[in-house]
């Protein structure tokens, strides 16, 4: 439609453009990601805010420079042969791929980042963008629970004292080293195959769940359930039982059943703690 000479419909497509310019503005200054992109001779163009926060220049020092200034070694001197690389044969071994890698702070601070590239082209042009997570506090995090994990598993393995874990079911999550040596198992063998029931001589256990029956005043399930059934009431059950370990030797030991539960109170499996009555005895 035309007015005076004039298409009418310029105007609209100009705020149209600005509205659509701005919306996109907003999107990328808010965004929880930094946001990078260079041109195919590895040169920023851009940045969002976020990529100032992150790394703790201004875009005003990053524009026109090469985006290698954002990485330590060896990643800063082999980023521009990744990208000529690229370029020519189409290998790809940043582009189109998330990974992490350490990235570079103006201070000269090393940390860990998420960092996914891809390709951006504008007619004859080729960009690349890249999303920027840091990821410096996830990985302490980690990094803490393996350190702790790593404690936990020590002091068990020094623990003089078999401790097991199942799960809910009666599947063993937990073998601990004083229980290898007590039973001949390895902790592959018995992990999320077998139940503690394998340990126990049957007629025990028999004798075992007819006592629990009529003490609980109701039937107790042979088996699994005569281990815990106490357990499973919120009581500590200290039993002595005879053990039988893999290569058929049987022997007394002294064992402490309790449950392990979550913050609503819910059983999430079964902690037994074993010690050889014959050391007891000694």
Do not use: C
């Not at 808010?30 to 969002?48: A, H, K, L, Y």
């Not at 598993?153 to 040596?181: K, M, V």
């Amino acid at each position: 439609m035309q007015k005076n000479g004039k298409n009418t419909s310029e105007p609209q497509q100009t705020q149209a453009a600005q509205t659509s310019e701005a919306r996109l503005s907003a999107i990328l200054n808010n965004m929880v990601d930094g946001v990078i992109t260079i041109d195919q001779n590895g040169i920023i163009e851009s940045v969002n805010p976020r990529v100032e926060t992150i790394f703790g220049y201004s875009s005003e020092e990053l524009v026109g420079k090469n985006v290698n200034v954002l990485m330590p070694e060896p990643y800063h001197s082999e980023h521009d042969s990744y990208l000529q690389n690229y370029l020519k044969t189409g290998n790809a071994k940043i582009i189109g791929i998330g990974r992490q890698v350490m990235g570079r702070r103006k201070d000269g601070t090393e940390f860990p980042i998420d960092l996914a590239v891809s390709e951006v082209k504008l007619g004859n042009q080729r960009m690349f963008t890249g999303l920027v997570r840091d990821i410096s506090e996830r990985v302490a995090v980690e990094r803490q629970l393996q350190n702790t994990l790593a404690l936990q598993q020590a002091i068990l393995d020094s623990a003089n004292y078999a401790i097991i874990s199942t799960s809910p079911d009666g599947i063993i999550q937990t073998f601990n080293a004083a229980a290898e040596r007590m039973l001949g198992y390895t902790e592959e063998e018995v992990v999320g195959k077998v139940t503690p029931s394998i340990f126990h001589v049957p007629e025990e256990v028999a004798q075992r769940t007819t006592f629990l029956s009529e003490e609980l005043g109701e039937s107790v399930e042979k088996g699994f359930e005569t281990l815990v059934a106490k357990a499973r009431r919120g009581w500590v059950d200290e039993n002595e039982w005879t053990y039988i370990s893999k290569d058929g030797r049987r022997f007394p030991v002294l064992l402490s059943v309790t449950s392990l539960r979550n913050e609503p109170g819910e059983i999430t499996g079964y902690l037994g703690i074993g010690l050889s009555a014959k050391r007891l005895i000694k």
